[in-house]
C-alpha cells in the first residue's frame, strides 16, 4: 500500500525511527523499507501538519515523500508453531528447556524462529546439584556454549550457565528485595553466585555497602567480572565458605540475603552473626505445601534466640512453585 513516510539517509535512520515512535507518530503495523542509501519510514495516516516543522529543525535532511510498504508479518509463536505449550526460559542468547519438555527439536527450532537472538538452545541433563548448585546440559540446537550476557532490569551479567547457579526466574523476587533496601544500608548476600542480587542492589542503591560471598571460585570470577561490567563500586565479592568469613563482618548487615533453598537452615547461625538489630534476614527454601512456612519459622526463631534475638515480625511469601506439591518461598524476618 501507498503511505506517506520519511525519506532519511540511513545511517540517521535510528535516530529519526527513536523519534517518530517518540512522538507515536511511525505506523509500526508497516515494514520500514530500505534502497541502498535511505530509509522511508511510514506515518500514520493522521500525522499532525506539524511534523513539517519538526523535520525543517532536524540538523540534517529528510524529506516527506510517499512510498510503497508491506504490513508486518506477526510473528508466530513457540506455541502456534509447535503445537503444545512449550516450556523454557531464555537467558541472554541461550534457551533452556524444561526437562519435561517433549520433542526438544521442533520446540528448539521454533525458539530461533520465534526468538531471533537466541542462538542456542539446551536441555539440562542434571537437576541443579552440588554445593555449587549447578547443572550439566546439553545442546539441542545453534552455537555449543553454556556462555552468554543477560540483561535484568538495568544489569548485564556475564554467564557460563554449567560453572555458575543462575536463573531468570527470580528476577522480580530481586528487584522485590532491592526496594527493601535504604540508602546507607549494609547488605550481606551469603550465596551471591554471580551477583544478580548484590550487583542489582549496588546499582540502584549507590549509597549502600553490599558484601557478596560465594564459594563457588567460578561463580565469583563471574562475579567480579559482573561487577565491572555495571560499573559499581561497591561490592565486595568475597570468595569463601560464607562460615569461614562471616566474623569479619559481625553485626554490621541491615539486610542478610539467604539464597541457598535446601540448605540454608544450616547457615542461620552465621546469618544471626552477621545480622545487627532491627535486620531483615531474607530466608529461602524449598517446602511441601503441606507445611510451606512453619518448619521453616521454627528454625529461624530457634537460631535467633540462639543468638539473644527475638523475631519482631516476619512475612512469608511463595515465590514459584518448584515441583507439582513443592514451593520455593521467602521467609522474611525483622530481628531485634
Ligand atoms: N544468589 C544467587 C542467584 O540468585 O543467582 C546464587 C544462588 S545459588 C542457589 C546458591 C549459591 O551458594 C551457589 O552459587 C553456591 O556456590 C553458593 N554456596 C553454596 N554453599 C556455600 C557456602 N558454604 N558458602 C558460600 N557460598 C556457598
Known amino acids: 500500500m501507498k503511505r506517506q513516510c520519511i525519506q532519511v539517509e540511513k545511517k540517521k535512520g535510528e535516530k529519526i525511527r527513536k523519534l517518530l515512535m517518540e512522538k507515536g507518530w511511525l505506523d509500526t503495523s508497516l515494514r520500514i523499507v530500505s534502497d541502498e542509501s535511505y ?15 519538526l523535520t525543517n529543525e532536524l540538523p540534517f535532511e529528510v524529506q516527506l515523500t510517499e512510498h510503497e510498504f508491506e504490513t508486518q508479518k506477526k510473528p508466530k509463536t513457540v506455541e502456534q508453531i509447535t503445537g503444545h505449550i512449550a516450556r523454557y526460559e531464555i537467558i541472554g542468547s541461550i534457551a533452556l528447556l524444561d526437562h ?23 536441555a539440562a541433563l542434571s537437576a541443579v546439584e552440588g554445593e555449587f548448585r549447578t547443572r ?23 554467564i557460563d550457565m554449567e560453572k ?85 563482618y559481625a553485626g554490621t548487615a541491615d539486610h542478610v540475603i539467604m539464597n541457598l533453598p535446601h540448605t540454608a537452615e544450616e547457615f542461620l547461625d552465621s546469618a544471626m552473626v552477621v545480622a545487627k538489630v532491627g535486620s531483615v534476614i531474607h530466608y529461602y527454601d ?13 528454625h529461624i526463631e530457634s537460631a535467633a534466640s540462639k543468638a539473644g534475638f527475638t523475631i519482631e515480625s516476619h512475612s512469608t511469601r511463595i515465590v514459584r512453585s518448584y515441583s507439582p506439591h513443592q514451593f520455593n518461598v521467602c521467609i522474611e524476618v525483622r530481628i531485634t
Open 39 to 53: 530509509l522511508y519510514m511510514p506515518l500514520i495516516s493522521d500525522f499532525p501538519a506539524d511534523i513539517n516543522k
Open 100 to 122: 519435561d519438555e517433549v520433542n526438544l527439536e521442533k520446540t528448539a527450532d521454533a525458539i530461533i524462529q520465534v526468538h531471533p537472538h537466541v542462538k542456542t538452545v539446551l
Open 136 to 158: 550439566r546440559f546439553t545442546l539441542i540446537k545453534g552455537e555449543n556454549t553454556t556462555q552468554t550476557l543477560h540483561k535484568e532490569y538495568g544489569c548485564r551479567y556475564a
Open 164 to 248: 555458575a547457579y543462575f536463573t531468570p526466574r527470580l528476577a522480580t523476587e530481586r528487584s522485590r528485595i532491592m526496594e527493601q533496601v535504604k540508602d546507607g544500608d549494609t547488605v550481606v548476600d551469603m550465596f551471591a553466585g554471580v551477583g544478580p542480587f548484590s550487583i542489582l542492589i549496588a546499582k540502584k542503591r549507590p549509597s549502600c555497602r553490599v558484601i557478596a560471598i560465594d564459594k563457588n571460585p567460578e561463580a565469583v570470577k563471574l562475579l567480579r567480572n559482573n561487577i565491572s561490567l555495571n560499573g559499581v563500586t561497591n561490592v565486595e565479592a568475597v570468595e569463601a565458605d560464607v562460615r569461614d568469613v562471616i566474623y569479619r
Open 286 to 298: 524449598i517446602t511441601p505445601e503441606s507445611d510451606l512456612y512453619s518448619s521453616s519459622l521454627a
